[in-house]
């Protein structure tokens, strides 16, 4: 199993650097975020204790499994999956720096009351859903700057960047698109000159089209399957969780 993960990282680590050189990019400027979704601590040790700092879950219930496994080990854990008002209390619980998945003013409202609460600041992402699907979260691209504008309000959201999750498409040009909107917004986002606001992170990329996201400008790549094996379920056990769930 170590020898496995090690392998595969360096395939990754391998997979970025090329890519970096290839579209003229410095490679200090692209961060390797493993996802850990059904992972166990176990193995995300492997990783954790051979160069890796940065994971992320999907699901509070994993923060709360691995917590006390991972909790000596030096790293960084953000929350990349759709968070529901009443998971907060959890998620500051289980020390995540970083909400990359924050889509809804009503969820900022209830995460900066409780972070006021607990005298408390968060680094957040905008997550933006850019290839318009209907099982996947994220604010639509054309309200992405008013959400921005609204949560820079709120002063214990620390707004550093943007996150998507591409088109699941084996066409490398209807997934670049996707990418490309991010970096659009990005750039408008800047303009707008928002007080208090950093557009310096763009989190997109997986296992399959971290290349294309790297190329689009991409700062964070979320890597999981390359690294850690094929999963037992399906991407929609982790990103579709229903129209009904949506507004939870």
Request: net charge neutral.
């Amino acid at each position: 199993m170590k020898e496995d993960i090690l392998h595969n990282l360096t395939l990754i680590n391998k997979r970025i650097k090329t890519a970096c050189e290839r579209s003229g990019r410095n490679l200090n400027n692209v961060k390797l975020l493993l996802a850990t979704k059904t992972v166990s601590a176990d193995r995300i040790k492997i990783a954790l204790e051979n160069g890796q700092t940065l994971i992320a879950e999907n699901k509070v219930q994993e923060l709360k499994e691995k917590y006390e496994n991972l909790k000596d080990i030096p790293h960084e854990n953000h929350f990349i999956g759709h968070l529901q008002t009443n998971k907060i209390k959890d998620i500051l619980k289980y020390n995540v720096t970083c909400i990359q998945s924050l889509d809804r003013l009503e969820l900022a409202e209830k995460l900066h009351q409780r972070l006021l609460a607990e005298n408390k600041t968060m680094d957040i992402f905008i997550q933006v859903n850019t290839s318009n699907e209907e099982s996947k979260f994220g604010v639509d691209p054309a309200e992405a700057i008013e959400l921005t504008r609204k949560i820079s309000d709120f002063s214990t959201l620390k707004i550093k960047g943007l996150m998507t999750i591409g088109l699941f498409s084996a066409e490398t040009e209807k997934v670049r698109s996707c990418f490309k909107i991010l970096k659009k917004l990005q750039q408008d986002i800047i303009l707008e000159n928002i007080p208090g606001v950093e557009m310096k992170e763009l989190s997109m990329g997986m296992s399959g089209d971290l290349e294309t996201a790297i190329e689009e400008g991409a700062t964070i790549v979320r890597v999981g399957t390359a690294v850690f094996g094929a999963r037992i379920y399906p991407d929609s056990y982790y990103w579709d969780e229903g129209k009904a769930n949506k507004k939870a």
